[in-house]
């Protein structure tokens, strides 16, 4: 080793020495720089196309609209004359979601409770995984699995409910059936399910483990434990992942448009067959539409757009105002 | 200091009360968990034990030219080979975009004002609802610049699902490379975009690597803006650039609309196909970032 | 109320490693009982198995005896959640909650333990804050977050959460190593006086605090890395630190450790 250490260091001195006036790569530098500086424009240049596009191609159907576009419960575009309106869509699209926003957000909070205080510490991985696995399922075999299985048991579970039930101003109604807005609000709780439960756990993780045994050493039980300490640390993060799981379920198309048996028209009844949101009527009716038709459902595309928009902005500035505090 | 009067304290137990709480708490968390596996097992033995009637050499290597959906046999090798390739372009085009991206928004932008407005898109993108990416392709590539339907424009809209994906999944790896390691390059005077390039990137690639295959995975199975873009085709077209092409999601919806039997078997065996190819991915995306986990090297 | 606690034959494990090794002492009421040691000598450990928060921490366990009067806390029959009730404890870090007001994190135990009424309760939590020497700071904003107080104060909000539901043995695990030294004079003397109606244990770094707060002390060791902290020797005080019996006792608090 040592003897090789003076051949070695002459063999170096040898090589040229860098000098202050060799080529740094500036100019890489500045290509390399541009093109990810250039890769962000590109990405707020989708965001204004999407927009203007989406204005643009709705434009022609809203001037040809005979009917009030936001009140109409009709979607007849390429009729003669063009009648047509969001108002049973937004009804649709709101009553599947928020019913699947009741019903998902409890369990999804249960689970995210689950792995990060209950499970076993070998098995919570795992589980989480088993989780994470419900969101790696496609939206359009959801809709298979909603349409040949799920429909069939729903339309027991409908008959039930509306018997025994019926007094439930939303479980009333003469008729039942399976391919109901409780059933496509079931479909969207599974889906949204992983996402609100894996941004709860998150922020359950964090929890400071000092205001966990701060609760427990006052002799608090597990439970009270966790209202103590844990609810209150994940309440903003737990709103914002339900804002976020709302956002899921009002852009759901497939597997809402396989599962509900479109009809027009605003009803309650959530145990008929029947309804429709936004997304469910672009899919199952793009295929038939002619121009006015197609310019119809950017138009009510658009809104859907919106509304997503609003419901995840608003979700982001509750993280954000959280993210001040701590 | 008064008393507190409290009952001569025994350890053995809390009030039944208290401890039937934290039981129901219990109770409700355990089933909390159940009620999430119960719908994942029920979807994954139904496409498993349907899809198997029709998951044969036939379905895998046939179309369904020339068949209507009442007839037996037919498969779905039109809709995997449009499948892949639309996938293909699709991440073709959205991880140099948003591997780009991410690196200008971690090395570059450092907390700017166009950092910050990119970033905010980026979460913005994220909401987007698949239907309105299509119908923004529908609107721009299709009505606008009147071009036809073809597994291009699908892999259009799908980019826009997967862009936000790739770029979190990036700055999220590239944010874990120690700061030391960058300094250690400038130090040598190894100019920036080199110090990018061959050392932060390798050391994230694996991160990296596994949230593509990841994103590739869920823009798989997006079917709305498919519906829209590459429109139906029975037909075998390899041709991604031209005239409407099948995909498997959008073969699922064909054929499922259909009530009857033959097509409905066809349906459950392109799911099941489906969920094998996402799950393939989701497995091999596992396995990259395991392998490479920083313990293991 | 101060109970006597005595431990007998006390090990306790994290998953597989042996944390401390047969421990048994006798720690008297009315007194405050200091342990001492280096870093890593398990008497923080020790001090976490005397309410049972030690097994907390998953994969930990403990085997032995700890008498409070006549109940063994290891007892089969015996919930933990009650003996944290009987026990209670403050932590290195003050860890008031940080989404409730001044007046709530004293009240927290009371609620959890059934205490009702408003007068009841505003009672026993101007009671707890006079108790630990609190009261005449925070008077005036018991509704304020408690978080916003300093560190030594948080720290007596802990405390005074801590002897809100009259506990019989209170644990103080380091209490003063993330205060100023006004802070900590401030909670020494409390203390001095709260000594009159607990049984107190207090783990601390500091010798000179040992000697100034404690009627008993206690030395923990342990014999290198990897190995059980051990019990070396407990005794009064001032025997302690002037003429210990173990030579190990002697090294360690004149200086010549290590």
Known sequence: MTSETPAALAKAAERPRPALSMSTGRAGDRIFAGLSRGSGLVILAIM???????????????????ANFLTSQEWNPDGAPAKFGIAQLVFGTLMTSVLALVMAVPVAVGIALFITYYAPRRLAGVMAYLVDLLAAVPSIV??????????????????????????????????????????????????????????????????????????????????????MSVL?????????????????????????????????????????????????NIANTFAMSGPTGRSALIASGLVLFVITLLVNVGARAVVARRKEFS | MTSLSTKSSSLSSVSAGRKAKDRAAKVFVYAAFALAIIPLVSVLWTVISNGAKRFDGVFLTHSMNGLASKDAGGGAYHAIIGTLEQVGLTALISVPLGVLTAIYLVEYARGGRLGRTISFFVDVMTGIPSIVS???????????????????????????????????????????VPGDLKEAAYALGVPRWRTIMFVVLPTALPGIVSGVMLAVARVMGETAPLLLTIFITKAINTDPFSGAQGSLPT????????????????????????ILLIMLLNLAARLVAWLRRPSAR | MAKRIEVSGLH????????????????????????????????STFLRTLNRMHE??????????????????????????????????????????????????????????????????????????????????????????????????????CIARAIAV????????????????ISTLAIEDLIGKLKSQYTIVIVTHNMQQAARVSDRTAFFNIAGTGKPGKLIEIDDTSKIFTNPEQKGTEDYITGRFG
């Open chain 2, 251 to 274: 073969f699922i919806w064909d054929q499922s609309t259909d009530p009857n039997a033959n097509a409905v078997d066809r349906a459950w065996a392109g799911a099941l196909v489906l």
């Open chain 1, 48 to 66: 204004a196309a999407i927009a203007v596009f989406l204005v643009w191609k709705a434009i022609p159907a809203l001037q040809d609209d005979k």
């Open chain 1, 232 to 280: 209150p640390f994940g309440r903003s993060g737990m709103v914002s992942a339900a804002m976020l799981g709302l956002g899921r379920a009002l852009g759901e198309t497939i597997a809402v448009a396989m599962v509900l048996s479109t009809t027009a028209g605003i009803d309650w009844h959530i145990l008929k067959d029947g309804g429709n949101t936004f997304a469910a």
């Open chain 2, 134 to 176: 299509g119908l923004f392709v529908l609107a721009f590539w299709l009505l606008a610049l009147g071009m036809d339907f073809s597994g291009f424009a699908g892999a259009l809209s799908l980019t826009i699902l997967m862009l936000p994906t790739v770029v979190r999944a990036t700055e999220e790896m590239l944010k874990l």
């Open chain 3, 12 to 43: 306790a494990y994290y998953g597989g490693t042996h944390a401390i090794e047969d421990i048994s002492m006798t720690i008297e009421p009315r007194s405050v009982t200091a342990f001492i040691g280096p870093s890593g000598c398990g008497k």
């Open chain 3, 166 to 181: 009259q506990p019989q043995v209170l644990l103080m695990d380091e209490p003063c190593s993330a205060l100023d030294p």
């Open chain 3, 56 to 157: 907390v921490i998953p994969g930990a366990r403990v085997e032995g005896k700890v008498m409070l009067d006549d109940e063994d806390l290891y007892d089969s029959s015996v919930d933990p959640v009650a003996v944290r009730r009987v026990v209670g404890m403050v932590f290195q870090r003050p860890n008031p909650f940080p989404t409730m007001s001044i007046y709530d994190n004293v009240a927290a135990g009371l609620k959890l333990n059934g205490v009702r009424g408003k007068r009841r309760l505003d009672e026993i939590v101007e009671e707890s804050l006079r108790g630990a020497n609190l009261w005449n700071e925070v008077k005036d904003r018991l509704g304020k977050p408690g978080a916003g107080l300093s560190g030594g104060q948080q720290q007596r909000l």
């Open chain 1, 142 to 227: 959801y809709g298979l699995w909603g349409l040949n299985f799920l429909v069939t048991k729903m339309t027991g579970v409908s008959g039930f409910l509306n018997s025994y039930f019926g007094w439930i101003p939303l479980f009333g109604g003469s008729e039942t059936g399976g391919r109901t807005i409780l059933t496509a609000a079931i479909v969207l709780a599974i889906m949204i399910l992983p996402i609100i439960s894996a941004i709860t756990r998150e922020v359950f993780v964090q929890v400071p483990h000092a205001h966990v045994e701060a609760a427990l050493a006052l002799g608090a039980t597990r439970w009270e434990m966790i209202r």
